[in-house]
């Protein structure tokens, strides 16, 4: 294997993503490194875009070294990696590994959507790369998905691109008034899902809509269509390591509270965690959250070998982080999050553990899949015990 100048290749840690969580965990890690903070080369990151993004300014003003062109394909070893840059292929031998690579949008031919394979289909995610490229997106767009609070950005990145938004169709039966309001001015449907997409010679002609409430179905035409949210994690190295992934959950890492990944030394942050779910910011919350677990695992503190199992039953499908032990700190978020296989308009929660009961509350009304479990819910929880189980009754008849 030949190297690339300037890269070090055994690094104390390496981040993979400098997304808002690599970026914030490796600006946290290389200021707080006891000895010797700040030293060049002992926090890497590896980014496989052509630039990393502003976030990794201020990991680079730390300390890190940030590699963009630089591909994660594998592992070497338990936290080493195979890497792909233009200059060559390298190994990267590290002490601690953080999985920073944040998450997709399901791809058209993933949603298994009837009809014609025209171009101009589209995701968020896409659209944003082809307008960064400068590159046309039509004038009369349809944006669809399963959340309004999802399919705004879309619409705001249309209209920067000078493409007017004809229709905004989610599946949801009642948006989140902000999100309707960032709507407002776009004709908006609620309950209606994409049923066909009609092209002809290559090119989209329009689309087929479908109330799924009454089964009615109507066409529309339109020369883009963005289809929104319904993320996946970006997970191949986490699946290629043999991680254990979250129970129930669409592909994410097993984590902790702490953030750790089922591989000692391995860790997880951001949209990788909770794919879809947060802000920028909220991503980088759990980059910082990582500091002090990987610093500790660095001083040779293992964490406490025990871990309590938490379980999400449904209308619950998953929850993350879904392990709690002894001596580990709350989550960053406030609490634990909880997908469900539908908006809960009024979610009554029930924490139980072994014969008790920890917690019974009503939780505030969720627009979209993901409902938050606040933290003092599992305040009483024994880190010691048995399984935590959260379930939920919809106190609202759909
Ligand atoms: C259309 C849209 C608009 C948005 N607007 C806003 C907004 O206005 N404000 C806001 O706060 N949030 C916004 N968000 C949400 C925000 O972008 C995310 O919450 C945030 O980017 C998640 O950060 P992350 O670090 O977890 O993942 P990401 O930002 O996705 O970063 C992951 C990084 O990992 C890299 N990577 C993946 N695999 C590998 C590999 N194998 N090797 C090397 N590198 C790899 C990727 O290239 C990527 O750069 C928006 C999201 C979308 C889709």
Same mark, same amino acid.
């Given at each position: 294997m030949t190297g690339a100048p300037g890269l070090p290749l055994t690094p104390d840690v390496v981040v993979v993503g400098a997304g808002p969580a690599g970026a914030a965990a490796a600006a946290g890690i290389a200021e707080a490194l +006891? $000895? &010797? +903070?700040? &030293? *060049?080369?002992?926090v890497l990151v590896l980014e496989r875009q052509p630039e990393a993004t502003g976030h990794a300014a201020r990991a680079a003003a730390a300390g890190a070294v940030v590699r963009a062109e630089a591909t994660v394909t594998g592992w070497a070893g338990p936290r080493a990696l195979e890497v792909t840059t233009p200059q060559g292929l390298l190994r990267v031998d590290a002490r601690a590994v953080v999985l920073a690579t944040g998450a997709r949008e399901r791809p058209r031919a993933a949603r298994l959507i009837p009809g014609d394979r025209p171009a101009g289909v589209c995701t968020t995610g896409q659209l944003r790369r082809l307008v960064a490229a400068g590159q046309g997106v039509g004038t009369h767009a349809v944006v669809a998905g399963t959340a309004a609070a999802a399919v705004w950005p879309a619409v705001r990145v249309l209209r920067a691109a000078g493409s007017r938004t004809v229709l905004a169709a989610t599946t949801d039966s009642a948006p989140a008034g902000w999100a309707l309001r960032a709507l407002a001015g776009v004709p908006t449907v609620t309950r209606c899902r994409i049923s066909r997409v009609i092209g002809r010679g290559g090119r989209l002609q329009g689309v087929e809509i479908e109330n799924t409430a009454t089964g009615q179905r109507r066409t529309l035409a339109c020369d883009c269509l963005v289809l929104t949210g319904d993320w996946l994690p970006e997970n191949e190295l986490a699946r290629a390591a043999g991680l254990d992934l979250t *129970? $129930? $959950?669409?592909g994410t890492p097993l984590a902790d509270t702490a953030l750790r990944?089922?591989? +000692? $030394?391995v860790f997880a942050a951001g949209t990788l965690l909770h794919p879809g779910w947060g802000s920028a910011r909220a991503a980088a919350r759990d980059g910082v959250h990582l500091v002090a677990p990987v610093t500790a695992w660095l001083a040779g503190r293992a964490p406490a070998a025990t871990a309590v199992p938490i379980l999400a039953h449904a209308p619950l499908r998953w929850v993350t982080p879904a392990l709690l032990r002894p001596g580990d700190p709350p989550p960053p978020y406030g609490g634990l999050l909880a997908w469900a296989d539908r908006p809960l308009r009024l979610p009554r929660l029930t924490v139980r553990q072994d014969d008790r009961i920890l917690a019974r509350r009503t939780l505030p009304p969720r627009p979209g899949p993901v409902v938050p479990i606040p933290w003092r819910a599992l305040a009483r929880a024994d880190r010691e015990g048995g399984p935590v189980h959260l379930r939920v009754t919809d106190l609202t008849p759909r």
């Amino acid at each position: 294997m030949t190297g690339a100048p300037g890269l070090p290749l055994t690094p104390d840690v390496v981040v993979v993503g400098a997304g808002p969580a690599g970026a914030a965990a490796a600006a946290g890690i290389a200021e707080a490194l +006891p $000895g &010797l +903070p700040g &030293l *060049p080369g002992r926090v890497l990151v590896l980014e496989r875009q052509p630039e990393a993004t502003g976030h990794a300014a201020r990991a680079a003003a730390a300390g890190a070294v940030v590699r963009a062109e630089a591909t994660v394909t594998g592992w070497a070893g338990p936290r080493a990696l195979e890497v792909t840059t233009p200059q060559g292929l390298l190994r990267v031998d590290a002490r601690a590994v953080v999985l920073a690579t944040g998450a997709r949008e399901r791809p058209r031919a993933a949603r298994l959507i009837p009809g014609d394979r025209p171009a101009g289909v589209c995701t968020t995610g896409q659209l944003r790369r082809l307008v960064a490229a400068g590159q046309g997106v039509g004038t009369h767009a349809v944006v669809a998905g399963t959340a309004a609070a999802a399919v705004w950005p879309a619409v705001r990145v249309l209209r920067a691109a000078g493409s007017r938004t004809v229709l905004a169709a989610t599946t949801d039966s009642a948006p989140a008034g902000w999100a309707l309001r960032a709507l407002a001015g776009v004709p908006t449907v609620t309950r209606c899902r994409i049923s066909r997409v009609i092209g002809r010679g290559g090119r989209l002609q329009g689309v087929e809509i479908e109330n799924t409430a009454t089964g009615q179905r109507r066409t529309l035409a339109c020369d883009c269509l963005v289809l929104t949210g319904d993320w996946l994690p970006e997970n191949e190295l986490a699946r290629a390591a043999g991680l254990d992934l979250t *129970p $129930g $959950g669409d592909g994410t890492p097993l984590a902790d509270t702490a953030l750790r990944a089922s591989r +000692p $030394g391995v860790f997880a942050a951001g949209t990788l965690l909770h794919p879809g779910w947060g802000s920028a910011r909220a991503a980088a919350r759990d980059g910082v959250h990582l500091v002090a677990p990987v610093t500790a695992w660095l001083a040779g503190r293992a964490p406490a070998a025990t871990a309590v199992p938490i379980l999400a039953h449904a209308p619950l499908r998953w929850v993350t982080p879904a392990l709690l032990r002894p001596g580990d700190p709350p989550p960053p978020y406030g609490g634990l999050l909880a997908w469900a296989d539908r908006p809960l308009r009024l979610p009554r929660l029930t924490v139980r553990q072994d014969d008790r009961i920890l917690a019974r509350r009503t939780l505030p009304p969720r627009p979209g899949p993901v409902v938050p479990i606040p933290w003092r819910a599992l305040a009483r929880a024994d880190r010691e015990g048995g399984p935590v189980h959260l379930r939920v009754t919809d106190l609202t008849p759909r």
